[in-house]
């Protein structure tokens, strides 16, 4: 797998050499030009719809159309405290 992926790290990272100093063994690049990247570049998810939320019964509506879900029946995670 580390010959066929890359890590993104930024440019100031590689020259400090902390990609060394954690062992990684894929391959590092510097990420470049990830300031300007918008949810219109994102070719398979760039949907984004009109929200709105009615205060009085909080139907949630995206571009009109009424969004709706069961409420959970099981909430993994949601207990305060783990013991193992």
């Known amino acids: 797998l580390a010959q066929t ?3 993104f790290v930024s440019q100031l990272s ?3 050499g902390v ?3 954690y062992g ?3 391959r590092v690049v510097a990420v470049r030009n990830c300031r ?5 570049d994102m070719i398979h ?3 984004q719809p009109s929200i709105s939320v009615d ?3 909080y139907q949630v509506l995206a571009d009109g159309q009424l969004l709706t879900c ?3 029946t099981v909430l993994p995670m949601a207990q305060r405290y783990f013991l193992f």
Do not use: M
């Not at 300007?36 to 219109?40: E, P």
């Open 19 to 21: 990609p060394e100093r």
């Open 55 to 57: 205060p009085e019964t």
């Open 5 to 7: 992926s890359l890590t």
């Open 36 to 40: 300007s990247v918008t949810k219109a």
């Open 70 to 72: 069961e409420p959970a």
């Open 14 to 16: 590689l020259d400090k």
């Open 24 to 26: 990684l063994q894929k």
């Open 45 to 47: 998810n760039a949907w």
